[in-house]
């Protein structure tokens, strides 16, 4: 059997622990999304965006995988879930388990970003069940956020904060499903509680 060693500082609950949520997302991935920002992340990227997202020991909100999945099932004009983060990675094994819940009910499909790269995703000391959540990613973007090579430029780059992160379409078949994109968009949602929350990636706005 694999053996899944446990990252220095992340305590696994059981339950995943989530920063934010947000749906019907256009921005973060093809088609409209469910969006998963999750909590911790220890790549230390200068500028991130997400500074918040870093510390393992906020809990953000806990949840389990089959709510979060029912969540995302809920809204029907979902076609998939991003999940962002943070490092995603950090929680493989639940996420694993939204992928593929959402998968079976409706074929929903899964975005990943990470900081990790494929090859050290896929390598000699990947972040624990890394291999469960890789079966269930349709596109991959990975790679830490380089300052020096933002992609905020029209036709810089799509769905990606810098140049060095690369788009794996793990899934042949979603990727052949895909429009040509041009450029990063980036939305604002203003939720019923009156907070307002930017996402996505320099560049054009969506206006709904
Ligand atoms: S991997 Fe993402 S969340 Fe983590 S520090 Fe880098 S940009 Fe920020």
Same mark, same amino acid.
């Given at each position: 059997?694999?053996?899944?060693?446990?990252? /220095?500082? @992340?305590? +696994?609950?059981? =339950?995943?622990?989530?920063?934010?949520?947000?749906?019907?997302?256009?921005? !973060?991935?093809?088609?409209?999304?469910?969006?998963?920002?999750?909590?911790?992340?220890?790549?230390?990227?200068?500028?991130?965006?997400?500074?918040?997202? %870093?510390?393992?020991?906020?809990?953000?909100?806990?949840?389990?995988?089959?709510?979060?999945?029912?969540?995302? =099932?809920?809204?029907?004009?979902?076609?998939?879930?991003?999940?962002?983060?943070?490092?995603?990675?950090?929680?493989?094994?639940?996420?694993?388990?939204?992928?593929?819940?959402?998968?079976?009910?409706?074929?929903?499909?899964?975005?990943?970003?990470?900081?990790?790269?494929?090859?050290?995703?896929?390598?000699?000391?990947?972040?624990? @069940? /890394?291999?469960?959540? #890789?079966?269930?990613? +349709?596109? #991959?973007?990975?790679?830490?956020?380089? +300052?020096? #090579?933002?992609?905020?430029?029209?036709?810089?780059?799509?769905?990606?904060?810098?140049?060095?992160?690369?788009? %794996?379409?793990?899934?042949?078949?979603?990727?052949?499903?895909?429009?040509?994109?041009?450029?990063?968009?980036?939305?604002?949602?203003?939720?019923?509680?009156?907070?307002?929350?930017?996402?996505?990636?320099?560049? +054009?706005?969506? !206006?709904?």
């Amino acid at each position: 059997m694999k053996a899944h060693p446990q990252i /220095a500082g @992340y305590k +696994d609950t059981g =339950l995943l622990n989530i920063h934010g949520y947000l749906e019907e997302t256009k921005v !973060n991935g093809p088609g409209i999304r469910a969006l998963v920002v999750t909590q911790g992340c220890h790549h230390g990227c200068k500028n991130c965006q997400n500074p918040e997202t %870093w510390d393992l020991n906020i809990i953000g909100e806990s949840i389990s995988a089959f709510d979060l999945a029912k969540r995302i =099932l809920s809204n029907p004009k979902h076609e998939g879930v991003t999940y962002s983060g943070g490092e995603p990675f950090l929680q493989a094994k639940g996420l694993s388990e939204v992928s593929r819940i959402i998968r079976e009910e409706k074929g929903l499909t899964t975005v990943c970003y990470s900081g990790y790269t494929y090859n050290e995703l896929t390598g000699n000391s990947p972040p624990p @069940y /890394a291999d469960l959540l #890789l079966k269930q990613i +349709d596109l #991959l973007i990975d790679g830490r956020y380089v +300052d020096g #090579l933002k992609t905020n430029e029209f036709g810089a780059g799509i769905f990606r904060g810098s140049s060095n992160q690369k788009l %794996w379409w793990l899934n042949p078949s979603f990727a052949l499903k895909q429009k040509k994109f041009d450029t990063n968009k980036c939305e604002i949602h203003i939720k019923p509680s009156g907070e307002i929350i930017f996402t996505g990636f320099g560049g +054009d706005t969506i !206006n709904y």
